[in-house]
């Protein structure tokens, strides 16, 4: 046991340093409109909250969305279902949306990080697939 040990050491380093996935594509922004309305998760969306539709990830997933213009980033969590016009990746909240300055474009390039997972949820198990 105790030669596996450096090996094992080794192997979960390199997968705790492994660089994440980056998803580049268009974002936009939903808000008033829909306040308080129940999303997937079935929490009220609140607009004011730093939350996201994405297509896929799993509820409770942060990601850390970069505007690719600005360089200008924010995490939010995923608690809905979407975006389900054009080819868009993801649909942030306007609190979101503001904190990397594409509230009057509407519609921006963005990179997407999952970062980690939100306890919560209790479902992120596969959130970096």
């Known amino acids: 046991m105790r030669r596996l040990l450096p090996y094992i050491f080794i192997l979960a380093l390199n997968s705790a340093c492994a660089a994440k996935p980056v998803i580049v594509g268009q974002a936009s922004w939903y808000g008033p409109g829909f306040a308080g309305r129940p999303t997937a998760s079935g929490e009220p ?8 539709a994405h297509k896929t990830l799993p509820f409770g997933t942060v990601v850390k969305v970069t505007h690719s213009s600005t360089g200008r980033s924010v995490r939010v969590v ?24 594409m509230l009057d474009e509407g519609v921006a390039t963005v990179e997407l990080r999952v970062v980690g997972c939100r306890d919560s949820y209790n479902r992120c198990e596969s959130a970096g697939q």
Do not use: E, V
């Open 45 to 52: 969306f609140r607009p004011s909250h730093r939350t996201a």
């Open 78 to 101: 995923i608690n809905d279902r979407g975006p389900y016009a054009g080819n868009r990746i993801i649909d942030l909240s306007k609190r979101a949306a503001r904190r990397i300055g």
